[in-house]
Structure formats: C-alpha cells, structure tokens
C-alpha cells in the first residue's frame, strides 16, 4: 500500500497504475474509519484494479459553529483498516495541499442544496461538492463509492456528475449499523451511554416504518406520525419523505424517509429507501 500526502505523488502513482490500463475505484473519507468506510473500501477493491481511499477532514464543509477542531483523528488505525482491506493508494493531503487563497468553488443547487441537511448545515454542500470535485479530478476514478447514509449527498454528488458532465461511475451502498440498530457514524463516539440509548429512537422509527411498509402500509402521513411517534426526548431537526430528487415525496415510491434528530449536541442521521 502506498501512502501518499502531494497531489503531484498521487498523480505520479496512478501514472504508473494508469499504464497497464487498469479501472480506478476511489473512497473519499474525512478518516475515523467504522464498518461503513470498510464496506465502500471493499466494493471498491472487489470491483477495481485499483483502489484509492483519501482521508481529508475537508474545513470547507464544517460551519463555523460546528465540530472541525474536535473531529475525530485516528491516522493510524485508518491506516492499518486500509493496509488489511487492500487499498492500494492511500491520499492523506494537509489542507494546504488541497485549498489555496480566493479559490473558484462549486455552489451547491438553490434547491436541493439547502434544505435538509442544507438548511440544518448552510452551504455545507458547498464545501462537500468543491471538495469532492477537486479529488475526483486528482484521482480520474472510474468508479467512487458514496454511502446512502448520507443520502442528501449522495444525490447531490450524482447531480454534480450529470450537471458537469463528468465520467465517474457513482455507488450508493447501504447503511451499515452496529448491533443495536444505530447507523455507525464517526461522530457516535460523542455519544455517552444515555445519549446513545436516545439516539436509537430514529433507527427504532426507521425499522418501524420499513415493518409497516412490509405489512402493505401506504399512506405516507400515516407512517410519517408512526415514526414521529417514536422520536421522544429528542429533538428532530426533519422527518419526511422526499423523492430521489429531492422533493417532497406524495406517494410512497421511488422516495427515501430522510430523518436527522440532535441528541445533546450530536446530529443522527438515518433514512429508508423505498423502492
Ligand atoms: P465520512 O468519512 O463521514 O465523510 O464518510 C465517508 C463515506 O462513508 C461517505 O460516503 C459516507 O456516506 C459513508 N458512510 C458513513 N457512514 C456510513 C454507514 N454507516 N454506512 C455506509 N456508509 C457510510
């Protein structure tokens, strides 16, 4: 595994890979890496000749009352997971190396971009699409790898391929959870152990909806007041069903119950996918 911080490094390593015309899976990561960066890294090894994991906590997409300075920081551990799973390229830029001063950035879309997560998060998405785009345009993947737990960003990362017409191949792959059902997320460490406990109503709603939708239950308000239900002692910043677009779903196909809750100062979020 080569581990690699200049964008010059990088480009010289995949030149090499690049000349035995191989296919090129990338994993962008903020590091602290759970079961759900090792599942993307593994559909990523499995389908590639190459696989290239970045670990960049990005600034630009952290709000200026946000968790930047405290995010959680595990170098070496994430770079064991990397070596054991197979990567082969390892992109650990500083910040310097990726921003310089009075950048041109990518503009999240009016819409899609600002509610949500987006309107919780202003011009979160922003620093998300800038971020992701300059990494995409390093590493020229064929294939890049995006959890549907953040599902608002994965929408909106296919939009910006389509929109700037870019050749990368998305993946959306499935919430991956621990054993009590909560979505695994690097930001779980700042849960204490009561917190916790409250933070698993929005995984217990989430199951509960997928239940009744499974016993033939259609009627989005109907299920929207069932989960809400079971959002007690938290506060939920939104709980609806949108389309795979992003607009406010009225019938119960092809849309995603998007939920995001705060528990003491930590934001959990979930969703379901209806097909
Ligand atoms: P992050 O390091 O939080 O920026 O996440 C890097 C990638 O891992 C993103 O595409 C996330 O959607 C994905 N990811 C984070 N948590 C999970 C999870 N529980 N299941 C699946 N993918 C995840």
């Known amino acids: 595994m080569k581990i690699v911080t200049t964008k010059f490094e990088l480009k010289e390593t995949l030149r090499e890979f ?7 899976g990338f994993v962008p990561t ?12 593994k559909k990523s090894i499995n ?14 997409q952290f709000g ?3 968790d930047l300075s405290k995010y959680p920081r595990t170098l070496k551990s994430d770079l064991k997971i990397c070596e054991i799973l197979g990567v082969n ?18 503009i999240s879309p009016n819409l899609s971009g600002f509610i949500l997560e987006g309107f919780n998060r202003p011009h979160h998405f922003d620093g998300v699409l800038t971020v992701v785009l300059k990494l995409f345009h390093l590493v020229s993947p064929d294939n890049a790898y995006f959890g549907k737990k953040d599902a608002q960003q994965l929408i909106l990362i ?3 391929i389509e929109n700037l017409n870019l050749n990368i191949t998305i993946h959306g792959l499935d919430i991956v959870r621990d054993e009590d059902g909560l979505a695994v997320s690097s930001r779980n460490i700042y849960l204490n152990e009561k917190n916790r406990k409250k933070a698993l109503a ?28 079971l959002l007690i002692d938290v506060e939920v910043q939104y709980l609806d069903f949108y ?12 849309c995603i119950l998007l939920g995001a809750i705060k528990v003491g100062t930590t934001r959990i979020l979930d969703n379901l996918w209806i097909e």
């Open 18 to 24: 690049r000349k035995k015309n191989i296919s090129v």
């Open 30 to 41: 903020m590091g602290a890496l759970h079961h759900g960066h090792s599942s993307l890294i």
């Open 47 to 60: 389908d590639n000749d190459v696989s290239v994991v970045s670990i960049f906590v990005n600034p630009t």
């Open 64 to 66: 200026l009352d946000e």
């Open 89 to 106: 390229i390892v992109f650990v830029p500083s910040v310097e190396e990726i921003y310089g001063n009075d950048e041109v950035k990518i």
């Open 158 to 160: 296919k939009k910006m």
């Open 202 to 229: 929005l995984s217990k709603a989430i199951f509960k909806v997928d239940s009744l939708i499974k016993s033939e239950i259609r009627d989005i308000d109907m299920l929207k007041k069932e989960a809400l239900d």
């Open 243 to 254: 389309t795979y677009d992003l607009h406010i779903a009225n019938k119960l196909s092809n």
